[in-house]
DNA sequence: TGTCTATAATTGTATATACAATTAAAAGAG
DNA sequence: CTCTTTTAATTGTATATACAATTATAGACA
């Protein structure tokens, strides 16, 4: 009969990322220590470069470690710290608040890119972009201040839409599904054209979110969401 | 600085797990579906089987496939894109990773709970808690300011723990292994003593994370974190 | 008919090898 | 000394190959 040994016998890759979590967990290897390179893996265990390579891409998958192509493999510096959070479309979420939603669209027209934003959007400084800027409300008080760019040479009509029957993420999520999206949360103090659409001091801190969207791999829009401090958070429960 | 579109070269892994995402978004491949075998992706797009097998194993980590082995590879029944999106510490892609790692301890003692704080903790005021504070510095800079609150009625021995040879996060995760957690985010001021300890201005503004964790529906534990908003931020990005 | 068996299809694991890409450090040039 | 170039180390991707494990099904057999 074969096959018994089958139920006691862990795979080799199993067997490494075991013993490798084991040793971060009883802090044999430090956070932000490197660990032994594939190669010293390979020859540890008597496992081919691949094996190790695998036990270890899938803890970095998991998150455990983190590596860095020339220089090695390292254990993550947070454990456990990454946040689930929910960002949702403004409008819903106020409507779900059963508060009266409103906005104000200030502008929509063509600009020429400067230097951050067309790395933000990796198009060139000069390139033509579309800008529009709206205010969301809840309840007649600014919630959000939506600042978004969408790269000219790949949307060329977006300028030309008429924004009242349709929106902006509705006609964009028609033409150009989407493929792929970044948001990167910060903390800033509001410049001045934000204070005054916010309704807010130079002293209120707020919630950025950039956002980035992608479709079949073209960069199409970056936005720029500004929240006041005070007034949003970006909240998550989750069971483990 | 990359991390950005790879503009070169897309891998072959790559290439074929965009395209097999991009049939089951436009719903060519319908769910519970079959798609083609390993062998057969590999003669398609004139790979090794071992490519192939790359591509679909990590479409079956990001739970868009699923694999029965001796029967095939399948769409996933549930293409439900959760709106939580799982958020990580970019500092590191900030800071660079020349760094050293450092923490100074200021307090472990037992104390009072007040009004805010039984709140959060779902305790009555007056009710003990451990409170600790930590600075996490790397290369000296204060990078988090760490204040946590743990029920002293479920968890009595923390504070005689010695947090040199342990961690604080590893002691309750031994004990109290984490059944649910919550996360909120917000922008914030630092008040004077976070100034002080951040080594920050007044008008710095900052990223809280406010931490609660629940180990079998008992609330372990609150925690403050506070991060200066110009040396963290919180990313996200997936693909759809 | 019902049950067991062999087989084909498919995924799972493992190896040896090769070359590319990235990074830090050493070596060299001025 | 400073700047540039080269080199070594390490991870990233890709291939060809082999055999193991699992599953459904077709076929053999009683």
Redesign the interface.
């Known amino acids: 009969m074969k096959g018994i040994k089958k139920s006691g016998v862990r795979p080799r890759f199993q067997v490494i990322k075991d013993s490798i979590c084991q040793a971060i967990?009883e802090?044999i290897y430090l956070?932000?220590e490197q660990i032994p390179t594939e190669y010293e893996l390979a020859k540890q265990f008597s496992v081919s470069r691949m094996t190790a390579n695998r036990a270890i891409k899938e803890l970095v998958?998991e998150?455990l470690l983190?590596r860095?192509q020339g220089?090695g493999t390292f254990v993550a510096?947070?454990?456990?710290?990454?946040?689930?959070?929910?960002?949702?479309n403004i409008a819903d979420e106020i409507r779900g608040r059963h508060s009266v939603y409103s906005n104000e669209r200030y502008r929509l027209q063509e600009v020429k890119a400067d230097k951050e934003l067309a790395v933000q959007l990796?198009i060139t400084p000069g390139d033509p972009v579309f800008h529009s800027l709206i205010v969301h409300k809840e309840n007649g008080q600014p919630l959000q201040f939506a600042e978004r760019y969408v790269n000219a040479a790949i949307v060329p009509d977006y300028v030309n839409q008429d924004f009242s029957v349709t929106t902006p993420s509705q006609y964009l999520s028609e033409l150009f599904?989407?493929?792929?999206?970044?948001?990167?949360?910060?903390?800033?103090?509001p410049n001045f054209l934000e204070q005054e659409l916010l309704d807010i001091s130079a002293?209120t801190?707020?919630?950025l979110v950039n956002r980035r969207t992608?479709s079949?791999?073209n960069?199409i829009s970056y936005a720029r969401l500004v929240?006041p401090?005070n007034l949003?958070?970006?909240?998550?429960?989750?069971?483990?």
């Open positions: 967990k802090r956070p932000d998958a998150g983190v860095y220089l510096m947070v454990q456990a710290e990454s946040p689930l959070l929910e960002i949702r990796g599904p989407l493929s792929e999206i970044e948001h990167i949360v910060e903390a800033i103090l002293e801190p707020c919630l992608w079949a791999n960069l929240h401090g949003y958070r970006l909240s998550s429960r989750s069971e483990i």
